[in-house]
């Protein structure tokens, strides 16, 4: 069975935002806006797209 994969995609500036929220985008592997990261489907990495929703567009 193969893996599920997310593209995530950051869409709006870190600046001026929760230092945990700018830790979360780091840790999503996002450096700069546009930038973007394919990681696997699991519940933590959906906890973290959840958390900073607001920052970033999640392809599935």
Known sequence: MA???L???LVKSVIGTKQDHRAT???LGLRR???SA???DT???RGMINKVAY????EG
Not at 55 to 58: F, G
């Open 3 to 5: 893996e599920k994969k």
């Open 33 to 35: 806006l546009n930038s």
């Open 7 to 9: 593209k995530v995609t």
């Open 38 to 40: 394919v990681l696997e």
């Open 55 to 58: 920052l970033v567009k999640c």
């Open 43 to 45: 519940a933590a990495v």
């Open 25 to 27: 985008v780091r840790g």
